[in-house]
DNA sequence: ATCTATGCAAAGCTTTTGCAATCGT
DNA sequence: ACGATTGCAAAAGCTTTGCATAGAT
């Protein structure tokens, strides 16, 4: 997938890979520049965006691009669908297993070659309903 | 949905409306600023935005915030899912019934309460195939 | 007459890019 | 030493917004 897999071990790259495996959050670009900083202080937002591309290319990370204004990653690969709140965007993991391709679709795909699927839930997450319960509207 | 249902009827309202309404392409805003202003020579770019926005509030239209950079308009209101080709960006219906929510998941939702679901194929349409074939790579 | 909607331009937000300096190999 | 990577700032791409004017009811 990368055209040019000759890469540089740097310490932001390997900071930012990091502490993305260390989250099952599926931060936002911003979101985790904000805690690369506090290891990398003079760390820049252009840089986090940069090696997250470069990451996912490489095949060590994944762009969500879900629904939303913002791009979320994730550094788990293996298959699996995601959760989102539709109150305060939080993102999960879903633990069921993906659903099956050939079967979700009995008809015809009207000439089009499906090489994947993007399938995300929307819903509301146990804090929100928690919160809801107590001012509700 | 409307915290104010008030409205008033604008011509560019309802030329956006039924121009939207012709189409099965949703598409992007811009796209249909493009195909309006062959109507409305003057009308703006914000004033197709606002009215999307509006006419959605309202439930003629439905916005989806598919994958991608740009959001896409579908006056089709009826449930149903999509295919994008990943080489063009073009957007197309998939004719097949949508999937059952409670047959996708057999699990637990990790305490969320489940509202919706956002279902998308990712592919090659024809013509991108047809392409392919005389210019591999 | 009232008050929403419009057109224009400017601002906002997320992401990308140009450039000189830096740092990994 | 070579050239990929960085930090900074500027730019780009999509969408929203402020404001004075036009227009629907």
Not at 63 to 76: H, I, M, W
Not at 85 to 97: A, E, N, Q, T, Y
């Amino acid at each position: 997938m990368a055209e040019n897999p000759i890469q540089r071990w740097t310490r932001q790259r390997e900071v930012i890979l990091e502490e993305l495996r260390k989250l099952n959050s599926h931060p936002t670009a911003a979101g985790l520049y904000q805690i690369v900083r506090r290891r990398l202080p003079k760390v820049s937002l252009a840089t986090v965006y940069r090696n997250l591309v470069r990451l996912s290319e490489l095949g060590y990370v994944r762009k969500l691009d879900l629904g939303g204004s913002e791009a979320r990653f994730d550094a788990n690969l293996e298959r699996h669908d995601h959760v989102r709140c539709v109150r305060c965007g939080r993102v999960d993991d879903l633990r069921s297993p993906p659903i099956e391709l050939g079967r979700a679709v009995q008809d015809d795909w009207g000439g089009y070659e499906i090489v994947d699927y993007r399938l995300e839930f929307l819903g509301v997450c146990p804090r929100c309903r928690q919160r809801t319960k107590r001012e509700p509207g």
